[in-house]
């Protein structure tokens, strides 16, 4: 039987590695789409790598997300780093989520303008960042050092919200959900 | 070529990569390891390099079962890395699995950071090169066990060192005399206490008739605390709060009919007490900031989307393209509207026109697109 810290071990790695290729096809298809670097043929191909990866690591996460609960020593959430990994996880999800709903909905679209093209790009670029930190937080936690403590992150301040607040704003959420879901579907092209 | 000296090139980076990320210098924590952890579960075994550590272990001369004894590990000629940091392994056996302690019928009751672990991490301060450390352990079952001891640390190179004992050092447990003063066989010593509060001990004994505690602080000085007896071989002693995490270290001299003895020390360390969230409200936020973030997105996506979206049914283009081949080229507008007079016709101007006339409309007339005719 494997134990949960062997297993967030293999599901982080997955999560970290998938992210990381998504943010470099990203960085990538940036630059491509914008004109900087001039090799049109490589677009589709960094397109697809970007989503691919994007997806296998959102694919990853939840697994990622539920053994570190477990591996945690002590009970629940006690340590305001993990709180932070819960909240920037999550936060990375919600950005993988939208990019690839996006490009699933609007297909090739998402790259017909600059605006697009580059806000795009900057919710996968995002999603990532969001991971990384997420397993620097965890770096953190477990060996008291990552590589990014050059950045001196506050890991041990937890921004809570009150509860009002946070259902207020997943009703928000999931309203712009269903609302901008009904004006993809005007838009897309996939019927 | 060039493409396969690359690939190589870039393979060759990556193995060397990993050969620098194979140790983590910032130590792993004290915990319950096996050999193998310290020889090869932050790389590849066969990277560690030896470590110069001279390792001794010692103990009382005589250990009996069930009682709490001493087992001091010393590492001489220490050449740590720069982090100063060491791990150091109490093992029962060196064949790299199920060779801690407790695989061999042994407890750990304390070590010297106040856990009861067989792998203990230490920062050793500037200069340090030697440092002692000891493990409270108290056997279950008689006969003889061989202890061995293992030392991990970084070093000047990027590669972990590794090292053991050169013997085994063996321990005999013999059985209790009888009316033995002793802790109560199942006596566990707390090993974590709160910060700003005082620590009251409740001690269970076998054959004593009286207790003296005594208690040191890292400085070393040595404190003798009133003892109460709260019944027949239970005692409790009260440490003072510790308002800043450090660790104390107690014991206890039992007397009673048998000879008088004296219990190891044990650690117990002070740390500040856990943090609490609410974790409702954790999870709450958790799942807001995702539907928000993929709210936000989307949202904004689909507003800077262009809305002109063809459809995959729509063939327009190609129907186009189709078109601008079959059409043989024409003259267009803006070379027919050039600024250039257009060439007299052999028989001059045509009748009625003048030359500005012709210069204005003579590309239309040339092209019969003028008064219904061609010239």
Not at chain 1, 8 to 30: D, M, P
Not at chain 2, 15 to 36: K, R, T, Y
């Amino acid at each position: 039987m494997i134990s949960p810290e062997t297993f967030h071990v293999v599901s982080t790695e997955l999560v970290v590695g998938a992210f990381s290729v998504a943010g470099l096809s990203f960085t990538l298809c940036l630059l491509l789409h914008l004109g900087i670097l001039k090799q049109p043929s490589w677009s589709p191909v960094f397109d697809h790598v970007a989503h691919f990866t994007l997806a296998f690591g959102l694919a990853a996460t939840p697994f990622a997300i539920l053994s570190g609960l477990s591996s945690a020593p002590g009970e629940g959430l006690n340590s305001p780093i993990l709180v932070n990994k819960m909240f920037l996880s999550m936060t990375g999800f919600g950005f993988a989520l939208g990019c690839l709903i996006t490009r699933w909905r609007l297909g090739n679209n998402v790259w017909s303008t600059t605006k697009s093209t580059t806000l795009h790009s900057a919710s996968g670029l995002a999603a990532v960042g969001s991971m990384l930190l997420t397993a620097s937080a965890g770096g953190t936690f477990a060996r008291g050092e990552s590589l990014l403590d050059i950045l001196h992150l506050p890991y041990e301040n937890v921004l809570l919200f009150p509860m009002i607040v946070s259902a207020t704003a997943l009703l928000l959420g999931i309203s712009m959900l269903v609302l901008s879901w009904k004006r993809m579907n005007a838009l897309s092209s996939v019927h | 070529m060039k493409s396969r000296i690359h690939t190589v090139l870039v393979l060759s980076l990556l193995l060397v990569c990993s050969a620098f990320g194979a140790a983590e210098p910032g130590g792993n924590g004290d915990s319950i390891q096996d050999m193998q952890c310290g020889g090869a579960c932050h790389g590849d075994a066969s990277i560690n390099e030896t470590s110069s550590a001279i390792l001794s272990l010692t103990s009382p001369a005589t250990i009996y079962v069930g009682i709490p004894t001493t087992l001091t590990l010393t590492a001489t000629n220490l050449e740590p890395s720069s982090t100063r940091l060491i791990g150091l392994f109490l093992l029962t056996d060196m064949t790299g699995h199920s060779d801690t302690p407790q695989d061999a019928g042994w407890e750990i009751l304390s070590d010297v950071n106040g856990g009861a672990m067989n792998y203990i991490e230490q920062k050793l301060s500037p200069g340090q090169n030697e440092t002692s450390i000891s493990w409270v352990i108290r056997a279950s079952t008689l006969g003889s066990t061989t202890f061995h001891a293992a030392i991990h640390h970084g070093g000047g190179s990027s590669s972990p060192f590794f090292g053991t004992t050169a013997m085994g050092f063996e321990v005999s447990v013999e059985p209790v005399p009888e009316n033995l003063p002793r802790l109560a066989a199942d006596f566990t010593p707390p090993t974590l206490r709160e910060l700003d509060t005082s620590t009251e001990l409740n001690i269970q004994t076998q054959f004593t008739d009286s207790m003296q505690f005594e208690w040191k602080s890292e400085d070393g000085f040595i404190t003798t605390s009133l003892v109460n007896s709260t019944g027949d071989n239970s005692w409790t002693a009260t440490l003072p709060a510790a308002l800043q995490p450090t660790t104390v270290q107690w014991r206890v001299i039992l007397e009673g009919e048998g000879p008088q003895q004296t219990t190891p020390w044990f650690t117990l360390a002070a740390e500040e007490s856990s943090w609490e969230v609410s974790e409702n409200a954790v999870y709450l936020q958790a799942f807001a900031l995702l539907f928000m973030t993929a709210g936000i997105v989307i949202t904004l996506q689909t507003r800077l989307t262009p809305k002109s979206t063809p459809s995959k049914y729509d063939e327009t283009p190609v129907v186009l393209e189709e078109l601008a081949l079959e059409t043989p080229p024409s003259p267009t507008h803006a070379t027919i509207s050039d600024s250039t007079p257009p060439p007299l016709p052999a028989a001059g101007l045509p009748i009625g026109w003048t030359e500005a006339q012709w210069n204005t409309y003579g590309h239309d007339y040339l092209a019969g697109k003028y008064g219904g005719g061609q010239l």
